[in-house]
């Protein structure tokens, strides 16, 4: 089945539970933002998703990108597809007006990449490194590259890589050997864009290093001038183009595209540079300063990724159990199994219980993840500063909370779903076994989930002592206990719970958001004192500490959708149901093995 957006689920927790409206509104960007203007560009954007880039996801997985000298060719209808797609003004939801964009929230662009995701994964690995790539060079880029590339990457005429990986250096990128070396007697074409590089190394794993979708593609390059130290102080970042400004073609080599078990529509290159000539971006030896810019972009792209994706299979199983039957079920048996043999899979409690949970997952990650995207903008365009503070601190703990457990959760969530199906679910015929490939990859690019963990806990967690965290969860105690718009984190104008009416389960679930909190804090005080005799021990433990700090976040999502739930409707409050039943419940186990023994 093709994969159609829930445009009403998302309106639902973009206006209802996280009342974005009026914050977007007060931001002098968006004031005419309004909620007409959105829920048309969220309609037109899952008209697109629907009708033009779901229908090419089964041939993009089974002819996938081909490859032959030197050259890819892309899967049938991808470059139609992306033609339309960014001569329509998608690739530009977001980017300012000033450079070719719409200038619209960061919110809707990143819904609109979860639509995208769920749609054709390996498809939208085209287009999603692009606003990273047009924030770093907006930010870090000369002038003269700006007037060169920037408009072309904001309307998406050219695509962009992110050239980091070495097959030596997967995420130690201090280890990094591609070298940059001044040209000696440039020409005044070289020196037009600024002093030129030669740029000498293999970059593996490039998404997009080489395609036919685009004209130019605009190569982002870590390397490493001569008289560079060692380590990431070393490196610097580079703007190599596929094509030169006069049209000859760069000395960039596309040496291969490799197998994968996933994203087959997607183009994964091991690149080489020849001597291709680059100009720098930012200062030497802050590259990879400039290339987080880029990096932050993807990861929270990525853990909108894991959302879509396990939306897709849920999609797919709950429409599965709905007109599949098999046995009887326990209990009364339901009206629409009057005079049938057996009953719609649907009514069996396992499989009501795994649709139910994953439903808990989905919906929570979309809270978390548009109040990041919320949070960005706020960040951006607040004019208080305590409050553009406040956003920052909430999306550099949050971010890789969502990389890290929601890519987990589709993966091991999208094999629930498959379960859904039985045999069948095993078969291509389906579809649902190439959700399940595809998101594989997310648990792994953009920093590994176990590099997430490790910066939420050892980096950010105690790299002040758990001063920001404390905050964090001092604003979600507050904001559960309804007291007031300014202590929400999406607080300021209409931001909080105060107000809202009571539904659903509301008062439980808000309960144990505090519980959670303050037992987390107390964990986190744990932690801290065990590091000064035992550093290590934060290592092994990082990545329970990540999925506690998931399972609070996830509570406090609920209550919110709770409290907005104000007529009980059943399609919000089973799934309230379950979380509190089958997905909290692990918090306590995750609290013990924080405390527990380190390593061996």
């Not at 309307?155 to 997967?170: K, N, P, V």
Request: glycine share 10%; with cysteine.
């Amino acid at each position: 089945m093709n994969h159609q957006p829930n445009t009403a689920d998302i309106q639902f927790i973009l206006q209802n539970v996280l009342q974005v409206q009026p914050q977007l509104q007060a931001l002098a960007p968006y004031g005419e933002a309004d909620a007409d203007l959105m829920q048309q560009v969220l309609e037109e954007a899952a008209r697109f998703v629907a009708d033009k880039v779901a229908p090419i996801r089964r041939d993009g997985d089974e002819i996938g990108a081909h490859f032959a000298n030197g050259t890819v060719t892309m899967p049938p209808g991808s470059k139609e597809v992306y033609a339309d797609f960014w001569q329509n003004g998608w690739a530009s939801l977001s980017c300012a007006p000033e450079d070719g964009g719409q200038g619209l929230p960061e919110v809707l662009n990143q819904v609109l990449y979860e639509m995208l995701s769920a749609a054709n994964h390996g498809w939208t690995m085209a287009p999603g490194l692009l606003h990273g790539a047009y924030e770093c060079i907006r930010h870090h880029a000369s002038d003269e590259l700006k007037a060169a590339y920037l408009s072309k990457v904001a309307s998406g005429e050219w695509l962009a890589t992110m050239c980091l990986t070495e097959a030596h250096a997967g995420s130690d990128l201090g280890l990094v050997r591609t070298k940059a070396t001044p040209v000696a007697n440039p020409s005044a074409a070289d020196t037009a864009l600024g002093a030129p590089y030669s740029l000498e190394g293999t970059k593996i794993f490039i998404s997009g290093g080489e395609h036919d979708l685009t004209d130019n593609i605009v190569h982002l390059v870590l390397a490493r001038l001569p008289d560079a130290p060692p380590g990431p102080k070393g490196l610097s970042l580079f703007l190599a183009p596929k094509f030169m400004p006069d049209g000859s073609r760069n000395a960039v080599v596309c040496e291969r595209i490799e197998e994968k078990m996933g994203i087959h529509g997607s183009p994964t290159c091991v690149m080489r540079f020849d001597g291709a000539t680059g100009w720098l971006v930012g200062q030497h030896g802050k590259g990879l300063g400039a290339m987080f810019v880029m990096m932050n972009a993807a990861r929270l792209h990525v853990g909108l990724q894991g959302v879509g994706l396990l939306e897709a299979a849920w999609q797919m199983a709950n429409a599965y159990a709905q007109e599949r039957r098999q046995m009887r079920a326990p209990g009364p048996r339901p009206a629409d199994s009057a005079g049938q043999a057996a009953d719609l899979i649907m009514a069996h409690p396992a499989i009501r219980r795994i649709l139910d949970t994953q439903r808990a997952w989905i919906d929570a990650g979309r809270v978390l993840a548009y109040q990041t995207a919320l949070e960005l903008d706020l960040s951006h365009h607040h004019p208080d500063a305590a409050r553009r503070e406040r956003a920052l601190r909430w999306c550099s703990l949050v971010t890789p909370v969502l990389k890290s457990a929601f890519t987990e959760q589709a993966f091991h969530g999208g094999s629930d779903c498959l379960q859904v199906f039985g045999g069948h679910g095993y078969v291509r015929e389906w579809g649902i076994e190439q959700v399940l490939r595809d998101a594989r990859i997310a648990m792994i690019y953009e920093g590994t989930n176990e590099i997430q963990a490790i910066d939420l806990l050892v980096r950010k967690v105690m790299g002040d002592q758990g001063q920001a965290l404390a905050a964090l969860l001092g604003e979600l105690r507050a904001d559960v206990a309804g007291q007031g718009t300014e202590c929400a984190p999406g607080g300021g104008e209409g931001g909080g719970m105060a107000g809202a009416g009571a539904g659903g389960s509301s008062a439980g679930t808000a309960a144990e958001v505090a519980r959670m909190a303050d037992a987390l804090q107390a964990a986190t005080t744990g932690l801290l004192a065990r590091a000064a005799a035992s550093p290590e021990h934060a290592y092994w433990v990082a990545g329970d500490y990540l999925r506690a700090v998931t399972l609070v976040l996830m509570a406090w999502g609920w209550a919110r959708i709770d409290r907005a739930n104000v007529t009980g409707d059943a399609r919000w409050s089973n799934p309230s149901h379950a979380l509190r039943t089958w997905v909290l419940p692990e918090f306590e186990m995750r609290l013990s093995l924080l405390a527990g023994a380190s390593g061996r």
